[in-house]
């Protein structure tokens, strides 16, 4: 049997590009020492004790077989729980909640189960790289930009002016990856007003509700009149340190949380048992935790605005949320791609290109301050450095 090759692969694959970050990722695992990786989209912390001790004793008490595919009944109702306090969205645990494998699954879920060829699908720019997952099922993405002078809060009116009878869905991620912008209640609203009027659902992505310096997070789903058209998502790695044990959860109507759980026993049976365990502990158990870490954050958050302010050509909106910072360095080089390939092999130093988040993005890095103050100083040390030296040749040097 000859071997797989390109012309062996389903056509539809090829609206699915590698992912930007997994690029970066990728040149700086090939430098040996002395990297600094302000890269990387998660927290730095353990995961705290109480939930590790929790998964423990689940593997003692034998929580090593499949587990329901929709997720443990009492994991779905501390997730009730959670919703109601917490987003003031009152779910249904038996037919309106469902476990995921981190937030990344229940997007691609949604997306599969909504959005068919043709339709449109509204995502704001600069934002959270959602094009593969609409393109892949023959959705268009249909861009909004965001605006720096307004702090990257999105203008309804743009949205109003992008919508058509096309329009099936829009992507919402407040707080936002990457400019860390948290979209007023106002705002909010008004998207709601929006949805309502024009008959289009909204895809709510919220994996950063616990980390907020400035301002209070709303779940659009709490609007009335939106639960029906809302599916919102969560995930517990970033609030609780837990990025690599996958947990996340979707609340939607039970139409689509009954195709999800049907489509998990085909995909991957359910998410992993002692996973669910622990994120039962987690939900359930302190959130001293959760506020401690965002301390921190917002401590780092001040570091790193100190340190931009140093470097002459960088400008930058101070983010209200989130562990990113996405500073403007069009003065300094326009190829956002070009100078963060130079920042790794001049100064082994990892950034996101602002173009991964959209062509809005373009002249833009994004900066994760998920990382301990000596790292931050350094990491800041080193962009300041690489500013000073920066060349147009510099770019021929790294191509």
């Not at 989209?41 to 705290?48: A, R, Y």
């Not at 936002?176 to 909204?202: C, M, Q, R, S």
């Not at 085909?266 to 365990?277: C, D, K, P, Y």
Request: charge should be negative.
């Amino acid at each position: 049997m000859s071997k797989i090759d390109d012309n062996f692969l389903a056509s539809r694959n090829l609206a699915v590009e590698w992912s930007g970050i997994r690029k970066i990722s990728m040149m700086m695992s090939k430098i040996e020492s002395g990297g600094i990786p302000l890269s990387i989209g998660q927290p730095d912390f353990d995961t705290p004790e109480h939930i590790v001790q929790a998964a423990k004793q689940a593997l003692d008490e034998g929580y090593t077989r499949y587990p329901p595919a929709k997720g443990f009944e009492d994991l779905r109702e501390a997730i009730a729980l959670k919703l109601k306090t917490k987003n003031n969205i009152i779910a249904d645990p038996g037919s309106e909640i469902f476990v995921s494998v981190g937030a990344m699954n229940a997007i691609f879920n949604s997306v599969l189960h909504i959005v068919e060829p043709g339709d449109e699908v509204i995502v704001i720019d600069p934002g959270f790289d959602y094009y593969s997952q609409i393109k892949l099922f023959g959705g268009v993405p249909v861009t909004v930009e965001a605006h720096e002078q307004n702090g990257y809060k999105v203008d309804p009116e743009d949205i109003r002016k992008a919508v058509t009878s096309k329009t099936k869905l829009l992507i919402l991620n407040s707080p936002t990856n990457p400019t860390g912008t948290l979209l007023g209640h106002d705002i909010i609203y008004k998207i709601a007003e929006l949805a309502k009027a024009h008959n289009f659902y909204v895809l709510s992505d919220e994996p950063y509700e616990d980390i907020i310096f400035n301002g209070d997070h709303l779940s659009i789903a709490s609007i009335d009149g939106m639960k029906d058209r809302t599916i919102s998502v969560f995930t517990l790695s970033k609030s609780y340190a837990m990025t690599g044990w996958r947990v996340g959860y979707v609340t939607a109507g039970n139409a689509l949380i009954d195709e999800m759980e049907k489509l998990m026993e085909h995909m991957l049976s359910g998410v992993t048992a002692v996973s669910q365990r622990a994120a039962l502990a987690a939900i359930e158990g302190p959130q001293t935790c959760v506020y401690e870490m965002k301390k921190k954050y917002k401590e780092r958050r001040d570091i790193v605005c100190s340190a931009l302010d140093e470097i002459d050509g960088v400008s930058y909106v101070t983010p209200d949320a989130t562990f990113y910072v996405f500073p403007n360095i069009s003065k300094i080089c326009k190829d956002s791609w070009q100078f963060s390939k130079y920042l790794i092999a001049e100064q082994k130093l990892g950034t996101i290109p602002g173009r991964v988040f959209g062509a809005s993005g373009e002249g833009h890095l994004r900066l994760s301050f998920a990382a301990n103050e000596e790292t931050l100083k350094e990491g800041l040390s080193r962009l300041k450095q690489g500013v000073k030296s920066f060349s147009r040749d510099s770019l021929s040097e790294v191509a």
